[in-house]
Nanobody, 125 residues
Framework: QVQLVDAGGGLAQPGGSLRLSCAASGQGFSTYTITWFRQAPGQEREFVAAIRANGGSTHYADSVKGRFSISRDKATSTAHLQMNSLKSEDTAIYYC??????????????????WGQGTQVTVGS
């Protein structure tokens, strides 16, 4: 069992930065793929970025590639999403999730067992 707590959202200006965190408690953090999804008003939840278990590979949605960076710290059981060059279209609630998807299913919401409560990111002037 893993509990996830998202934090770090807020208001940022276009071109600005935010750093989200996903703090995990429970067993086996390093054995899970940690993934960030986001959901904008009236839209479906979508994949943003993922980092595979045990410090493995990272994967990004095309819309955030080159601007966002996902990382994880085994010692603190925390994952981070560094978001740079923010755009208005990045405005959404961001959720971290933990699961053990195969690589081809890494963007599939149904592959994740545990979810954070979400943190609001708003990009605007």
């Amino acid at each position: 069992q893993v509990q996830l707590v998202d934090a770090g959202g807020g208001l940022a200006q276009p071109g600005g930065s935010l750093r989200l965190s996903c703090a995990a408690s429970g067993q086996g953090f390093s054995t899970y793929t940690i993934t960030w999804f986001r959901q904008a008003p009236g839209q479906e939840r979508e994949f943003v970025a993922a980092i595979r278990a045990n410090g493995g590979s990272t994967h990004y949605a095309d819309s955030v590639k080159g601007r966002f960076s996902i990382s994880r710290d085994k010692a603190t059981s925390t994952a981070h999403l560094q978001m740079n060059s923010l755009k208005s279209e990045d405005t959404a609630i961001y959720y971290c999730a933990a699961g053990r998807p195969i690589l081809s299913a890494i963007r599939n919401l149904g592959m994740y067992y545990y979810w954070g409560q979400g943190t609001q990111v708003t990009v605007g002037s």
